[in-house]
């Protein structure tokens, strides 16, 4: 048979189980979208504080088009490296409590380039089982010992440490702060507790946690009061700041390490000054309108109890990403479909994003959302199905 014709097949095969997947273009990144002739409200992005249109974000970006131009022209150690990178990693790291950082095209990039850098046979890392596929992904490029302990299992996570750690020459503990398809929280207080014990090196993914928790927004370490017990954090400006880039965040020696050794930082072309703009600007936002955290923190409060008086097992966590899970695929894609023709936008979430028997919708908040809105959601979802 022909690859093409492989291809084929495999895709169809993926259709027959209702978990093939498309792009479709919306015309933009707001509160309020079109796909198609239809206008939707977006519960879908990760635009958590609503920054990806922000007037000041936009000025900051136009101002550096016209200083700088659209493009970095090369990698960071070649001549990319520009004044205004420098200038955002010092003010990233004093953000995020640490004493250095390291911008990246993408938060894919930061997570290969921390463990690739770090790692290496010969080491040790521990995996959540929920962690993000970057991390996934990164830790087996590492060429180290990998181990993954079930989702939020430290009992766990203590046996594989005593049983692969003890030989090892590196032990990593590598966690997601916030889960992107769950919405709940690492314990970060007990994982540094483990991470003393067993002499070994906290690596922290704050994605989703970065702007929306802690007293400044400075994420999850900085909410649960552990922001100087972590070893290395990894941010992006891609969800609640509103761009793109990820960036590290560690001791100085961890970055210069990084920088002479993380090969998808070393080989690939700076973040363009724009964009470093754009990320400059929302942490302004961040410091100045502490508001924006609040009614988010509001808004999530309102949905998850209301989802919770219509029947919904929804936890009580604290964060803008809400799961309804459904279970099977086919009828979690009807329930995304019918609330689409209701104007509401929440895709269905399947396999192998998620465990089969996990299909769910994967609802998420932003601060610009009204009460009216969620509780309109809210009685458009209605009651979960009876079980047959």
């Known amino acids: 048979m022909h690859w093409l014709d492989q291809l084929r097949d495999e895709l169809n095969h993926r259709q027959q189980q209702t978990l093939r997947r498309s792009l479709r273009p919306l015309d933009r990144c707001a509160r309020i979208v079109r796909h198609g002739g239809s206008v939707l409200l977006n519960l879908a992005g990760n635009d958590y504080l609503a920054l990806a249109s922000h007037p000041h974000l936009r000025d900051a970006v136009i101002e550096a088009a016209q200083r700088y131009g659209v493009g970095s022209g090369a990698s960071r150690l070649v001549t990319g490296h520009l004044d205004i990178h420098a200038a955002l990693e010092q003010r990233f790291a004093a953000f995020k409590h640490a004493g ?88 970060l207080p007990a994982l540094c ?3 003393d014990d067993f002499d070994a090196v906290l690596v922290v993914d704050e994605a989703h946690a ?13 909410h649960q009061g552990v922001a100087g017990r972590v070893d290395v954090t990894v941010s992006t400006a891609s969800k609640a700041l509103g761009s793109l880039g990820g960036v590290v965040t560690a001791d100085p020696v961890v970055i210069d390490t990084l920088v002479n050794h993380a090969r998808s930082f070393i080989y690939t072309t700076a973040v363009p000054p724009t964009q470093v703009a754009a990320l400059d600007a929302a942490l302004d936002i961040v410091r100045d309108e502490p508001h924006r955290r609040v009614r988010l ?33 086919a009828a979690t894609v009807q329930l995304s479909e019918r609330l689409q023709a209701s104007g509401y936008l929440v895709p269905a979430i399947r396999p192998p994003t998620v465990a089969p028997g996990a299909s769910r919708l994967r609802i998420t908040l932003r601060c610009d959302l009204t009460d009216e809105d969620v509780d309109r959601l809210v009685d458009a979802i209605g009651a979960p199905a009876k079980p047959k």
């Open 100 to 187: 250095a950082a390291l911008l990246t095209p993408t938060g894919y990039m930061a997570n290969l380039a921390v463990l690739t850098a770090l790692a290496a046979p010969g080491d040790l890392i521990c995996l959540d089982k929920l962690n993000h596929a970057s991390l996934i992904d990164a830790a087996r490029a590492a060429g180290a010992d990998v181990r993954v302990y079930p989702h939020g299992n430290l009992d766990k996570l203590v046996r594989l440490l005593e049983r692969h750690g003890r030989a090892a020459r590196r032990r990593f503990i590598v966690t997601d702060a916030v889960f992107s398809m769950d919405g709940d929280l690492a314990d």
């Open 193 to 195: 507790e483990l991470r």
């Open 210 to 222: 970065t702007g929306v928790l802690g007293d400044s927004g400075a994420g999850l370490a900085e």
């Open 297 to 329: 923190a509001a808004l999530t409060r309102r949905l998850r109890v209301g989802l919770q008086q219509r029947g919904w097992p929804v936890p009580d966590d604290p964060t803008p990403i809400v799961p309804l899970v459904v279970g099977d695929a």
